[in-house]
C-alpha cells in the first residue's frame, strides 16, 4: 500500500530546504525498495543549498545521495539481493 512519505528537498536554488509529503515510491521493473537507515549528508551541503559553493542541483533536489538502508521490496526480475538485506 502506497502512502505519502515526508521528505527535506530543495525545490529552488539557494532557498531552504522544504519538508514536504511526497507520494511513496512504487517499485519498477529492475528495481527495488531501500527502508534508509542511515544518509551521508556531506559537510558541503550547506555551501552547496545556500549557493555559496556553485553545483547543478536536479530540482526538486533530495540532500542524502549515499545511504545505507533495508531492502523492502524486489523487483520480479532482480536477482542476487534478497529481502531484508543490508544495503550501501
Known amino acids: 500500500m502506497n502512502q505519502d512519505i515526508k521528505a527535506a528537498r530543495v525545490l529552488e536554488g539557494g532557498k531552504p530546504l522544504v519538508v514536504e509529503n511526497i507520494p511513496e515510491p512504487t517499485i519498477r521493473p529492475s528495481g527495488v525498495k531501500v527502508r534508509v537507515e542511515y544518509a551521508a549528508v556531506p559537510s558541503f551541503t550547506g555551501a552547496v ?3 555559496q559553493l ?3 542541483l536536479p530540482i526538486p533536489y533530495t540532500p542524502g545521495p549515499s545511504c545505507i538502508g533495508i531492502i523492502e521490496e524486489i523487483a520480479d526480475d532482480v536477482i542476487g539481493l534478497e529481502k531484508g538485506q543490508p544495503v550501501f
Request: hydrophobic share 35%; no cysteine.
Open 49 to 51: 543549498l545556500s549557493g
Open 54 to 56: 556553485p553545483m547543478p
